[in-house]
């Protein structure tokens, strides 16, 4: 059997969130599982390629964001010989995600629900922490472990050398196919150009073939993506402070700053495609990570 990408079709979005399933001697292995209001749908998904819960071996997560990790409690749940691997900072929110949802819960408030889902504790003994430069290997598949920070400060992306493909988690941009041209995305509390930058720098001496984005899927023009992902990082980063030293409110600043993204994309794709993206795309909440790296650059020493 084939590897295979699964369509979450996250609150109705086509090709938006992916889960990516491995196929090796081991079992089948899951790059990321979504959240935990899409779990009927990656239920849904293996079993159209002959698959249950209990037949999966591991889950790599690139990060433990919900759209990308708040399922996994669900199928640790549901399948308790199941090993996690994630990077270190990530791997305590995990086994007690307490922080991780009071966090969440004041950014999206009564929206968490339908959002997300529910997000259970893992038991900590199907946690495998990782940190970066080791390599994890199921059969005769392996994977070297890359930390990447910059999106997140527990990202990490996998490189299967035998076919040069890297899992990129979100640090190689988002690229969804309504509107295939790759962007940042900048949440609070973690974004940090410098990281970030240097996780892309790190990610194309690697030398990869092509790149797998949990938004959403394959890409064989590396260099065109990580360019582009460039920019957008330079561009972002620069609004964002030209908006913080110009008057207003913060929320008056968000909105300054999600109309200048859509803005840009006029033109980089059919007006219909733009339309669409910035109607379910909250570039307001990047702008809120943005200002926090800004702020704490500029805070005292």
Not at 35 to 64: F, K, Q, Y
Not at 75 to 101: C, N
Not at 190 to 200: H, P
Not at 242 to 270: M, N, Y
Request: proline share 6%; hydrophobic share 40%.
């Amino acid at each position: 059997m084939n590897d295979s990408t699964i369509d979450l079709m996250h609150v109705g979005r086509e090709r938006y969130v992916a889960a990516h399933v491995l196929m090796t001697a081991a079992g089948p292995v899951l790059v990321d599982c979504g959240p935990g209001s899409t779990i009927e749908n990656l239920r849904a998904g293996l079993a159209a390629i002959g698959l249950r819960v209990p037949d999966l071996h591991a889950v790599l997560l690139t990060h433990i964001h919900f759209d990308h990790a708040g399922a996994v409690g669900h199928l640790v749940a549901e399948h308790p010989g199941l090993t996690v691997y994630v990077h270190e900072r990530g791997a305590p929110h995990l086994i007690d995600p307490t922080k991780l949802l009071a966090s969440a819960t004041q950014v999206f408030g009564d929206k968490m629900e339908y959002l997300w889902g529910t997000l259970l504790p893992s038991p900590a003994d199907r946690i495998h922490a990782i940190r970066g430069g080791e390599t994890v290997s199921f059969g005769d598949r392996h994977f070297e472990v890359l930390y990447t920070p910059g999106h997140a400060n527990h990202h990490v992306a996998f490189l299967e050398r035998a076919d040069d493909t890297a899992y990129v988690g979100d640090v190689g941009g988002i690229r969804a196919p309504l509107l295939p041209w790759t962007l940042p995305v900048t949440p609070p509390p973690d974004f940090d150009l410098e990281k970030w930058l240097t996780s892309v720098d790190l990610i194309e001496a690697w030398r990869p073939r092509r790149l797998f984005s949990t938004h959403f899927g394959f890409y064989d023009d590396v260099a065109h993506q990580l360019t582009l992902l460039r920019q957008g990082l330079e561009d972002w980063t620069t609004t964002a402070k030209r908006l913080l030293d110009g008057p207003g409110t913060d929320a008056e600043r968000a909105a300054a700053f999600d109309r200048h993204v859509i803005a840009s994309l006029e033109g980089k794709g059919p007006a219909e495609a733009v339309a669409k993206t910035a109607a379910f795309s909250d570039y307001k909440a990047s702008w809120y990570g943005l200002a926090r790296y800004h702020r704490k650059k500029g805070a005292p020493a």
